[in-house]
């Protein structure tokens, strides 16, 4: 009788061994501090924000003004360490309601790869879980900047020019559509 409960035993704890894994296939979370929003810009990102300013100035009528609040939405590790700038929309009613955040790259290639990932997670249940259920997210790549706003319509008091300003951040650039 011993061999055998000897033998089950090794056998649980083999099969308990294997269920503890890491899964490499992932990016691990950070372990230091996070970055918060730039000090100075980085031309691509200035540049990005002025076009976007522009852009909500023409159409709805709205701009954007810094955040020096900052703002971190849930995020993908991939972005955790990127370069970012922080901008909200000048929403008359609700300013305080529609972020929107600049991340740099090195190159529009390394921007089109974590675009995609970006966009994976954010259509995914990690995400879908952090943001109310009604929201809507706009991904959007100009050059070697992504641009990021998620936006509630149950969540603003402002919600024609919360739309009308989400609508143009959406058509901003080139759209990665967000999803599984």
Known sequence: MRPIGGLLLG???????????????????????????????TPAIGGARTALDAALRAGPGVGLDDAPEGYRPAEPPVLLYAPRAVAKVRLPNDPNRLYVVFYAFPDAAAAAEVGSRAASFFGSGPALVQFPPDTRFALNQVG??????????????????AEAAFEVIQGFGLAIPVGP
Do not use: H, Q, Y
């Open 11 to 41: 056998l649980m704890l083999a099969i308990f061994a294997a269920g503890c894994g890491i899964d490499v296939a992932e990016t691990p979370p950070p372990s230091g501090p996070l970055p918060t929003p730039l000090g100075s810009v």
């Open 144 to 161: 070697e900047v992504l641009v990021f706003a998620a936006w509630s319509p149950s969540a603003t008091t402002d919600r024609a020019a």
